[in-house]
């Protein structure tokens, strides 16, 4: 019955999910019946993950798990509202006050997940007569908050600062407010935006400079802090926005600034005041993974210690990784069908990686994205570095 429904009054994507089939562009589910740690089981099979954003592997730690479940017993599962009715509870705040501290902000607004913060907030921050220029690699997220704004927008090439000055040399006095947006780290590639080249035109333009590093917190910077302060660029970059989902290991987003962006955000963005808060063991995890971060250097050693190992043997082995600087090692093939054959094989060899193709990177750039977590160590790096050479030399892609 639904099926002949469906088939009559939607067959324009019958046909556009059999063009995506025939170019191997279907998103195929993995399922995970574990915790997202180094090893779990995916579809059944014991596999070495190596495609997680868990970079700290806080997702399944003990202290985060204590912490959800006392914040359960305390405040119970859900908040039963928005935040501006009722649902702020003492530990959404206590999340944001201790995220502006890691981040020596003046406050923090927290969101639902990163992708709202940037889709909600972005719209908010500029109107008509105002102008964004965005980085051509800037995550989906954004190109979406961007969408949904009244104001102009330019794009430039990606991490190239000269095309960044050109157009603000040639549009910047039509417009009344200008708002630059970059990824600290880029997600698919692993590289880091040249923020302090960046922060200078901003200075320069009187611009409004927004960050999203949702790959850069627990990951650079001092005790994770981000690239803001990676870059020692502490009070120079106006809004930093970041994400509960990767390093810190829940979910949620966050924007850090002053307390006038704040409130102002607070006040405008809708999926702050219009969607439900975050369900107390949440925003408690979140909490705890922040206290975390800020007492314990070594999983940060360790993070590194893999990331540098691991890619240094993938380039010896002969695999292209890009421009990558950071945990993020992508391993380009190009077309979508040699990139599914590998992933494809490497499962059957226990290793967990996903193709990544187009829409997320350009057509001709697919690959395989992997993410080395502190959770690994130098043997469980060895048994996806021989897996990767076996597979890839049976597909001659080495
Ligand atoms: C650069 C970047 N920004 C924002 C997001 C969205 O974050 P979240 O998972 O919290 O929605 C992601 C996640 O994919 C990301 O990679």
Same mark, same amino acid.
């Given at each position: 019955?639904?099926?002949?429904?469906?088939?009559?009054?939607?067959?324009?994507?019958?046909?556009?999910?059999?063009?995506?089939?025939?170019?191997?562009?279907?998103?195929?589910?993995?399922?995970?019946?574990?915790?997202?740690?180094?090893?779990?089981?995916?579809?059944?099979?014991?596999?070495?993950?190596?495609?997680?954003?868990?970079y700290?592997?806080?997702?399944?730690?003990?202290?985060?798990?204590?912490?959800?479940?006392?914040?359960?017993?305390?405040?119970?599962?859900?908040?039963?509202?928005?935040?501006p009715?009722?649902?702020?509870?003492?530990?959404?705040?206590?999340?944001?006050?201790?995220?502006?501290?890691?981040?020596?902000?003046?406050?923090?607004?927290?969101?639902?997940?990163?992708?709202?913060?940037?889709?909600?907030?972005?719209?908010?921050?500029?109107?008509?007569?105002?102008?964004?220029?965005?980085?051509?690699l800037?995550?989906?997220?954004?190109?979406?908050?961007?969408?949904?704004?009244?104001?102009?927008?330019?794009?430039?090439?990606?991490?190239?600062?000269?095309?960044?000055?050109?157009?603000?040399?040639?549009?910047?006095?039509?417009?009344?407010k200008?708002?630059?947006?970059?990824?600290?780290?880029?997600?698919?590639?692993?590289?880091?935006?040249?923020?302090?080249?960046?922060?200078?035109?901003?200075?320069?333009?009187?611009?409004?400079?927004?960050?999203?590093?949702?790959?850069?917190?627990?990951?650079?910077?001092?005790?994770? =802090?981000? *690239? $803001?302060?990676?870059?020692?660029?502490?009070?120079?970059? /106006? %809004?930093?926005?970041?994400? #509960?989902? !990767?390093?810190?290991?829940?979910?949620?987003?966050?924007?850090?600034?002053?307390?006038?962006?704040?409130?102002?955000?607070?006040?405008?963005?809708r999926?702050?005041?219009?969607?439900?808060?975050?369900?107390?063991?949440?925003?408690?995890?979140?909490?705890?993974?922040?206290?975390?971060?800020?007492?314990?250097?070594?999983?940060?050693?360790?993070?590194?210690?893999?990331?540098?190992?691991?890619?240094?043997?993938?380039?010896s082995?002969?695999?292209?990784?890009?421009?990558?600087q950071?945990?993020?090692?992508?391993?380009?093939?190009?077309?979508?069908?040699?990139?599914?054959?590998?992933?494809?094989?490497?499962?059957?060899?226990g290793i967990?990686?996903?193709?990544?193709?187009?829409?997320?990177?350009?057509?001709?750039?697919?690959?395989? =994205?992997? *993410? $080395?977590?502190?959770?690994?160590?130098?043997?469980?790096? /060895? %048994?996806?570095?021989?897996? #990767?050479? !076996?597979?890839a030399?049976?597909?001659?892609?080495?």
């Amino acid at each position: 019955m639904e099926g002949a429904r469906t088939n009559s009054k939607f067959q324009y994507m019958v046909k556009a999910l059999e063009e995506m089939e025939q170019n191997y562009l279907i998103w195929e589910e993995n399922i995970l019946e574990a915790p997202a740690d180094a090893w779990t089981v995916v579809n059944g099979k014991k596999v070495l993950m190596l495609c997680s954003n868990n970079y700290l592997g806080l997702a399944n730690d003990e202290r985060l798990r204590r912490a959800a479940i006392k914040a359960i017993e305390k405040y119970g599962a859900g908040s039963g509202s928005v935040r501006p009715i009722a649902g702020t509870m003492k530990i959404h705040i206590e999340l944001e006050e201790e995220m502006a501290k890691y981040k020596r902000r003046e406050a923090c607004v927290v969101f639902q997940t990163g992708f709202t913060a940037n889709a909600g907030s972005i719209p908010q921050l500029v109107d008509q007569g105002d102008l964004i220029v965005s980085d051509e690699l800037n995550h989906g997220s954004i190109i979406d908050g961007i969408r949904l704004s009244r104001a102009e927008k330019r794009i430039y090439k990606h991490k190239d600062v000269s095309s960044l000055d050109k157009i603000l040399q040639d549009e910047s006095r039509k417009y009344n407010k200008i708002l630059i947006i970059t990824d600290g780290v880029f997600s698919m590639d692993g590289d880091i935006a040249p923020l302090p080249d960046i922060v200078k035109i901003c200075e320069e333009y009187n611009a409004i400079l927004y960050v999203d590093d949702a790959h850069g917190d627990g990951v650079l910077g001092e005790n994770g =802090r981000g *690239i $803001v302060n990676h870059f020692k660029l502490e009070g120079r970059v /106006d %809004i930093e926005m970041g994400t #509960f989902s !990767k390093a810190f290991g829940c979910v949620g987003g966050y924007i850090a600034s002053s307390e006038i962006v704040c409130k102002y955000l607070k006040n405008k963005v809708r999926p702050y005041l219009l969607t439900g808060s975050h369900p107390p063991p949440v925003a408690a995890a979140c909490l705890e993974a922040i206290k975390i971060v800020q007492q314990d250097e070594s999983l940060f050693e360790k993070l590194w210690e893999n990331t540098r190992y691991f890619k240094k043997e993938l380039v010896s082995l002969g695999f292209d990784i890009g421009e990558s600087q950071t945990p993020i090692t992508p391993i380009i093939i190009g077309e979508n069908k040699p990139t599914k054959e590998l992933a494809k094989l490497l499962f059957e060899e226990g290793i967990f990686v996903t193709p990544i193709f187009y829409p997320m990177v350009p057509k001709g750039r697919s690959r395989i =994205r992997t *993410i $080395v977590t502190a959770q690994h160590d130098k043997q469980t790096l /060895d %048994i996806a570095l021989n897996a #990767f050479e !076996k597979c890839a030399r049976k597909l001659k892609i080495i």
